[in-house]
């Protein structure tokens, strides 16, 4: 616990500092380069009772950032580089927690807490960095002609598309966990932060980068 209070401790620090030069890079921002970390971190950057924004996946890229600030997870923080991200919402987390201890927690608050004690830094940077489709720029339009497409990930290892048009679209992500069900988009928050090179597109379950 003491180490799960330090690593909120940085996050919160973190935060502070991207808040802080917020006004000076916005002054300088180019069309069309507004970063994703910007647009996640645009409600406050607080835990909440709705499931299905990215409250922990949020709190999760800040800790990591913080306490090692070299991370390749601060991509999403410099919009003049291309990025798709896959973007896990609250209840995502929350599958995966209750798929690990076998416990259905509902406190977002918690439920971070729980991961970090699990998992540590390095396994969650890992996990997030699963998430990461770093150097292009993929809206759905170009999403949902991917079928069969193996996208690489900033973590080293692929991520295969699958489409499916009929009865209504469907875009599933397989991972590498072959014993539980895939991931698939959320249809009503697809191309988050459009217009700008990083973008990204929410999804119902958390990628798994080994079979748990």
């Known amino acids: 616990m003491r180490r799960v209070l330090a690593l909120l401790a940085v996050s919160a620090l973190a935060l502070g500092a991207v808040q802080a030069t917020a006004p000076a890079a916005s002054a300088q921002r180019v069309p069309g380069e507004a970063p994703l970390a910007g647009l996640l971190t645009s409600d406050g950057d607080q835990f909440d009772k709705f499931a299905k924004d990215f409250d922990i996946l949020t709190e999760a890229a800040l800790a990591?950032?913080?306490?090692k600030p070299g991370s390749p997870v601060a991509l999403v923080a410099d919009g003049t580089q291309r990025a798709t991200v896959f973007v896990?919402?609250?209840?995502?987390?929350?599958?995966?927690?209750k798929d690990l201890t076998g416990e259905t927690?509902?406190?977002?608050?918690?439920?971070?807490?729980?991961l970090v004690?699990?998992?540590?830094?390095?396994?969650?940077?890992?996990?997030?960095?699963?998430?990461?489709?770093?150097?292009?720029?993929?809206?759905?339009?170009?999403?949902l002609k991917a079928d069969?497409?193996?996208?690489?990930?900033?973590?080293?290892?692929?991520?295969k598309v699958d489409v499916r048009m009929k009865p209504s679209p469907r875009i599933t992500l397989k991972d590498r966990d072959k014993d539980d069900r895939d991931a698939r988009a959320v249809l009503t928050s697809l191309d988050l932060n459009k217009g700008n090179k990083q973008v990204a597109h929410g999804i119902d379950q958390v990628l798994r980068p080994i079979n748990l």
Do not use: C, N, W
């Open 88 to 97: 896990p919402t609250d209840q995502a987390f929350r599958l995966l927690v």
């Open 148 to 159: 069969g497409a193996k996208l690489m990930t900033a973590a080293g290892k692929t991520v």
């Open 117 to 143: 004690e699990l998992a540590g830094v390095d396994t969650i940077e890992t996990v997030l960095l699963y998430h990461v489709i770093p150097g292009k720029t993929l809206t759905s339009g170009k999403v």
């Open 64 to 67: 990591v950032v913080g306490a």
């Open 105 to 114: 927690i509902k406190s977002e608050q918690k439920i971070f807490d729980t």
